[in-house]
């Protein structure tokens, strides 16, 4: 797993990134990557990324930091069905944290999660998110990270 890293999306990997695909059952979990572009193009504070492990491209995700308190946030990460189970989503999400806390100078990161969506909520819990009994605008629970 120590071939996990992220590039941004550009010419020679954004028809491979916009076709990532999520397992049947997971559609209402997380918007397609390319309803992630656009909003990504309407909201510069986004920053969209492929995650990639050694050269091949098997996942995306889109961070940023937004208001006057700059919280900062990991909105989405999705695994291509083809790379679920592997470990590769739990690899991306410690190093998108320690990439996203450094970028921002940031203690704290959140991120919402579909109630539904167990299998993330297990991930979460697992590497130290914590569930603030909110909800954002969309009605998702969210969790935030605290580092130490």
Known sequence: MSGVYFRNIDHTNEFTVKNIKVKPGQESFI????????EANICPEWRPVAIYNDEDVIGFAMYGSFGLNKDTWIDRIVIDE?????????TAMVKLIDKVSKE???KVIYLSIIE???IAHRLYKSLGFECTNERD????????????
């Open 137 to 148: 605008p969309n009605g998702e629970l969210i969790f935030k990270y605290v580092i130490d």
């Open 31 to 38: 918007e397609t990557v390319d309803e992630c572009l656009r």
């Open 116 to 118: 539904e969506n167990k």
């Open 82 to 90: 083809k790379y679920q189970g592997n470990g590769f989503g739990k």
């Open 104 to 106: 921002y100078g940031v």
